[in-house]
């Protein structure tokens, strides 16, 4: 048999494979329980932090697939932390949440922040995964994303460094992971084995960081909103997700 006959037998044979596969599909994919609470009952204060309501706008909704549901909160906490110059309750350091719960069509429900970010002129320096401790249940892993963008200042009219720090992971009824491709893996697992969705839920939380005038206040700036944002996580954590999703 010829080399190009060969490829013409394995594609042949990939195809036939593919095909075949819409046999095996469910014909029709129900929902397991949530990994999450409710949206309407996403918890309006953790710890000694305090939310209020952020809108979703409609071009949003407009965006995602039908069925999709959406709660964003603004988490504000006032006093010191850990002795640092960050003042607390400013705009630089409110916590921003978001959770997106998925409709039937997971294509259209939920989108990575990799994928958004850049659309709305961030740029991505840095995305590493990280594990939080959560007293009682085991240890989160998620995703961190550092970003940054040139914009202008609404207050004083000039072009300056904007930051963010980003943290995002994806929920199902048991399953938990950092990764959009492991959760892509996990979806067409159950799909073909199962029979069933779970409903994921993507949770992400954003903090804006402060410029400073060196490398090295700008790093202690850093490691003060990520202790922050990993405080909150951990007492966010218990009170979002229900004991059905096991963490390692």
Not at 70 to 82: P, V, W, Y
């Amino acid at each position: 048999m010829t080399t190009d006959s060969k490829r013409a037998a394995i594609l042949l044979a990939v195809v036939t494979l593919g095909m075949s596969c819409m046999f095996v599909l469910p014909k029709a994919l129900g929902f397991q329980p949530l990994g999450v609470v409710p949206m309407k009952a996403m918890p309006n204060d953790v710890g000694d932090w305090v939310a209020k309501d952020m809108q979703v706008t409609q071009k949003e909704k407009e965006t995602l697939g039908a069925g999709t549901e959406f709660a964003r909160k603004q988490f504000s906490r006032f006093g010191s932390f850990t002795g640092k110059r960050q003042k607390l309750g400013s705009k630089e350091t409110d916590v921003l949440l978001s959770v997106v719960l998925s409709g039937q069509d997971m294509n259209t429900s939920i989108h990575r922040p990799e994928r958004c970010l850049p659309t709305q002129g961030w740029n991505i320096l840095g995305t590493r995964e990280i594990p939080i401790a959560i007293p009682g249940r085991g240890t989160l892993m998620i995703t961190r994303l550092y970003n940054t963008k040139l914009d202008t200042d609404k207050k004083t009219g000039e072009v300056r460094t904007f930051r963010t720090i980003n943290y995002y992971w994806f929920v199902g009824h048991t399953d938990v992971t950092e990764s959009h491709f492991k959760r892509t893996m996990i979806d067409m697992k159950d799909r073909l084995f199962s029979g069933y969705n779970q409903r994921w839920a993507y949770i992400a939380l954003s903090a804006n960081v402060r410029n400073e005038s060196t490398p090295e206040l700008q790093a202690d700036v850093d490691q003060t909103v990520d202790e922050m944002m990993r405080e909150f996580i951990v007492e966010f954590m218990p009170k979002a997700m229900t004991e059905s999703v096991k963490l390692d």
